[in-house]
């Protein structure tokens, strides 16, 4: 798969598999959603503190959850249902995120950083959950496929919607 067209014809096949483009598109918006949410936070510490050293509590807050939790969540994931994980992951993701609009005065920005640490700590169940369901979704020979669109797809989420771009 080198060029356009075979890439192309093989999302056709993915997306010909129910349950691979329910979770396609739900990362999409999944994807869209997290950067959207760590743009938002790189904002308004920067806007309610004007610190770098506010910044960079943000990013440790952020990275801590992952060098903590990554290593133990996929024991626990691979124990419980995926598709649930998934989406309850998800969803609390949303519900933390609701509590940045309580947030008016630097005086919170302890608030910022738990709403930080929390949202990324839900992202250490949600893929792992997501790495190992896709084998089940696709099967062996899509695997690849399926796996290469995946990160497209969030590498193009990324590029449109971080604060990176």
């Known amino acids: 798969m080198t060029n356009g067209?075979?890439?192309?014809?093989?999302l056709r096949e993915l997306l010909r598999i129910?349950?691979?483009r329910r979770l396609w598109f739900a990362q999409i918006i999944s994807d869209m959603g997290d950067n959207l949410?760590?743009?938002?936070?790189?904002f308004l510490v920067q806007r309610l503190t004007g610190s770098t050293v506010a910044l960079a509590g943000l990013a440790i807050s952020v990275a801590i959850p992952s060098l903590v939790f990554g290593l133990i969540s996929g024991v626990y994931v691979d124990r419980w249902d995926r598709r649930k994980v998934m989406i309850v992951s998800n969803v609390l993701q949303g519900v933390v995120v609701l509590g940045l609009v309580w947030i008016r005065s630097a005086d919170l920005i302890w608030l910022i950083y738990l709403i930080a640490f929390t949202h990324a700590a839900l992202e250490t169940l949600f893929f792992p959950a997501k790495n190992a369901l896709l084998p089940h979704l696709v099967g062996k020979d899509n695997l690849l496929a399926a796996?290469?669109?995946?990160?497209?797809?969030?590498?193009?989420?990324?590029?449109?919607?971080?604060p990176y771009h």
């Open 18 to 20: 129910p349950d691979f």
């Open 147 to 162: 796996r290469s669109e995946e990160r497209r797809v969030g590498k193009e989420c990324r590029s449109r919607w971080s």
């Open 5 to 10: 067209t075979n890439d192309s014809a093989g």
């Open 37 to 42: 949410t760590f743009v938002t936070l790189l």
